[in-house]
């Protein structure tokens, strides 16, 4: 079989992969494939998609979370619409929120951006958005800008955009009318995981979900956003700021009901025993403590006028935010866990939480895959495969589960676990601490170039360097929490012009730069993971595990052991990135040798435990000198 491949000769994991991607989608058939980071898997699964979809009338959709991998997405339709003389018609669309040409819109959440922008648009407040459409009918400067898009098709988001907001129109709009005709649509997960956005978005492409290729990139995320997207939450803070709201509107006896929802929350929260901080509510038990104030539906209703009045003249609404989660907590209990939480804000104000969390992701991934042509779920760590498959609610008869080996030269890469530390919290204390510093350091001093160390929480971390930082011999660059892109870009182009010199990156697991970075050739000599990075032993983390217990008879696993493992497994893939580069990746905790850890290693590894892990380190990279 011919594929429409961007390069001269793919390699034979790369030939397989696409015949299997085509296998699949000829079958209507879902496939799961892990594969390691660096084979080409974007370029191995569009090809084949892309052929199908060209001869079948078929639109593809391909999903990923990173603003980079559309642009690879985009780089590679442009080599292939260059080889084969095609003009490949694409739209590449992120969250709405991050297309808006309006100002000021940073800050907002993006369900109190889904209200500002709906509040806007019903107002005809938003010429960015009229210019694109009069009377229902597409204006003429939007028509030509679509035919101008078209023409240099394809064409990245960010380009789109400028042109767009140049012309003064909306470009998540634009974005939608260039999807009509387009045979390539590159967007987020949540443009097809949840249900109102996929709707909206269908309507306005006017494509059928039965004609759609999905291809989810990086989907070992998938899990984790499709629990999120269906959790709601709730505070007394968040309250509080409704009160406010009505009071500032003259709309007092709205603001006394109000109140009492935090009287109701604070009534059920008297439950919690005193040495604890969490407990699981009742569904009922707050429904009835609502109705005590007023009808649940007016009650909600009322919360909406207060909404509506806000968003004429704010971005975001707290009485919005409440009105959400009282809806959301009418919601099923199969697969859910109501938790109620006694916290502390960073100045010490005390307040509650009531959180409605999505234990089963296959809530909302089930029904679309259900729905398409054919899903290609893929990842670096999907493994095991057919845990993805249980867990997304896949049919088992009608799913190709693929695993393929690193087919990198094994002695590129030194995989050590080093097991004369822990960060388990029975453990933790200074002289740990001191311990594993020292043994950062030595790892850092001994690396001829940049090494990245990954912690499982920011303390640790901090606590770590706290002893580190005056016996590493080598500059180091320590990640902030909730960095903008302009700052982990920064950050990483600092980091990158130490590659002769030295230095180190001393991040969390599952922070900036724990996934989604790539730095290939001799940019990253070294990756250590110091400690695990599992799940807090919280009422969530146990409600997660019983679930599983209870569907797949695979709780701590499902639940608790193989999402820190693939999580180290990302941090472990930010070393070795193409098949040039050479590295060594440490694993620093004792307890990596433990079965129910070591099994969950891929067994083309080859890791080995060193007694003397400095003079492995030393003696791997006087061998292995990288061209």
């Known amino acids: 079989m011919d594929f429409l491949f961007p390069h001269d000769e793919p390699r034979k994991i790369q030939k397989g992969l696409m015949e299997q991607v085509y296998s699949a989608i000829s079958q209507r058939y879902s496939l799961i494939v892990h594969a390691p980071t660096g084979i080409g898997k974007t370029a191995s699964a569009l090809s084949p998609a892309l052929t199908f979809a060209l001869k079948n009338k078929k639109t593809i959709f391909f999903l990923t979370s990173r603003h980079m991998q559309h642009k690879i997405a985009i780089e590679t339709l442009k080599l292939i619409g260059k080889k084969y003389s095609l003009n490949i018609k694409t739209a590449d669309i992120i969250g709405k929120k991050h297309m808006c040409a309006q100002s000021g819109i940073s800050e907002l959440t993006s369900s109190e951006f889904s209200e500002y922008c709906r509040s806007l648009r019903e107002k005809d407040g938003c010429s960015f958005y009229t210019n694109v459409k009069s009377k229902g009918k597409i204006t003429p400067i939007a028509a030509k800008t679509i035919a101008d898009l078209q023409k240099i098709s394809p064409v990245g988001v960010e380009e789109a955009n400028n042109i767009c907001s140049r012309a003064m129109l909306c470009p998540y709009e634009m974005g939608a009318l260039l999807g009509k005709d387009a045979d390539v649509i590159i967007a987020d997960y949540f443009h097809m995981l949840n249900p109102s956005v996929r709707d909206s978005l269908f309507k306005r492409i006017q494509k059928d979900l039965g004609d759609c290729i999905v291809i989810m990139d990086e989907s070992h995320n998938l899990p984790e956003r499709a629990r999120n997207l269906l959790t709601s939450v709730t505070s007394t803070l968040i309250i509080d700021i409704a009160v406010k709201e009505a009071r500032q509107l003259g709309l007092n006896e709205i603001a006394d009901s109000i109140i009492k929802i935090a009287d109701a929350l604070i009534f059920v929260a008297r439950k919690m025993p005193i040495d604890s901080n ?350």
């Not at 896949?394 to 690193?406: G, K």
């Not at 990640?479 to 990156?505: H, I, R």
Request: hydrophobic share 40%; with cysteine; net charge negative.
């Open 278 to 627: 969490e407990m699981l509510a009742e569904k009922l038990e707050f429904i009835s403590e609502i109705e005590k104030i007023s009808s649940y539906e007016i009650l909600v209703g009322n919360l909406r006028i207060v909404a509506d009045a806000v968003l004429e003249e704010k971005r975001r609404s707290a009485a919005s935010s409440l009105a959400n989660f009282l809806e959301s907590w009418l919601g099923p209990e199969d697969g859910f866990a109501r938790i109620l939480k006694r916290e502390f804000t960073k100045t010490g104000k005390p307040f509650v939480s009531l959180s409605y969390k999505c234990m089963d992701p296959s809530i909302v991934i089930k029904p679309f895959v259900d729905s398409v042509h054919s899903a290609v779920f893929m990842s670096g760590t999907l493994n095991p495969a057919e845990m993805y498959r249980d867990v997304f609610g896949l049919d088992e008869n009608r799913t190709i589960v693929a695993e393929y080996d690193n087919p990198f030269p094994k002695e590129n890469k030194l995989t050590l676990i080093i097991p004369e530390t822990s960060t388990k919290f029975t453990v933790r204390s200074r002289e740990m601490y001191t311990l594993i510093a020292r043994r950062c350091a030595e790892i850092a001093n001994a690396v001829p170039g940049n090494s990245a160390m990954f912690f499982p929480s920011y303390q640790i971390r901090d606590d770590v360097y706290a002893e580190m930082q005056n016996i590493c011999e080598k500059t180091t660059f320590l990640e902030q929490p909730k960095m903008t892109q302009p700052e982990k870009n920064e950050m990483l182009e600092n980091f990158k012009s130490y590659k002769d010199s030295g230095a180190v990156l001393l991040a969390t697991s599952s922070g900036n730069f724990g996934e989604g970075i790539d730095l290939i050739g001799d940019y990253l000599r070294c990756v250590t993971i110091i400690g695990l990075p599992l799940s807090k032993p919280d009422l969530e983390t146990q409600k997660l595990i019983e679930y599983y217990d209870m569907k797949f008879n695979r709780g701590w696993d499902y639940g608790y052991i193989y999402p820190a493992l693939i999580r180290t497994m990302q941090n472990a893939g930010r070393c070795i990135r193409s098949e040039t580069d050479r590295g060594v990746v440490v694993f620093l905790d004792e307890r990596y040798l433990w079965n129910r850890y070591y099994r969950c290693f891929p067994q083309d590894w080859n890791i080995k435990v060193s007694g003397k892990p400095m003079e492995a380190i030393r003696e791997f990279f006087s061998m292995n000198i990288a061209p």
